[in-house]
């Protein structure tokens, strides 16, 4: 079993930046897949980035160049968003362990990003 807890989110004015953090317990490993999804009011959660072990993180393409996902041990990872644009406002979501259907098992609770114009 896996505990997801996440932090960072807030209110920025657009151009702004934000650093989310997830921080993780119980049986994770850097074997494991992690990464960040988020959901706007009214849209579908969607993938914004992933991270596994030493391969190449993925992105998003609307969130490329602008945020980076990082982790420095198995059980915390980070999200550095930088140029925020009031479309990034949504609920931050980290989630970790790939099932089956490529889903993400665990979730965190998620936290509130709002970017103003």
């Known amino acids: 079993q896996v505990q997801l807890a996440e932090s960072g989110g807030g209110l920025v004015q657009a151009g702004g930046s934000l650093r989310l953090s997830c921080t993780a317990s119980g049986n994770l490993f850097m074997s494991n897949s992690m990464g960040w999804y988020r959901q706007a009011p009214g849209k579908q959660r969607e993938p914004v980035a992933s991270?596994?072990?030493?391969?190449?993180p993925k992105y998003a393409d609307s969130v490329k160049g602008r945020f980076t996902i990082a982790r420095d041990n198995a059980k915390n990872m980070y999200l550095q968003m930088n140029s925020l644009r009031p479309e990034d406002t949504a609920v931050y979501f980290c989630?970790?362990?790939?099932?089956?259907?490529?889903?993400?098992?665990?979730w965190g609770q998620g936290t509130q990003v709002t970017v103003s114009s």
């Open positions: 989630g970790a362990v790939r099932g089956a259907n490529n889903n993400f098992i665990y």
């Open positions: 991270i596994l072990g030493d391969r190449s």
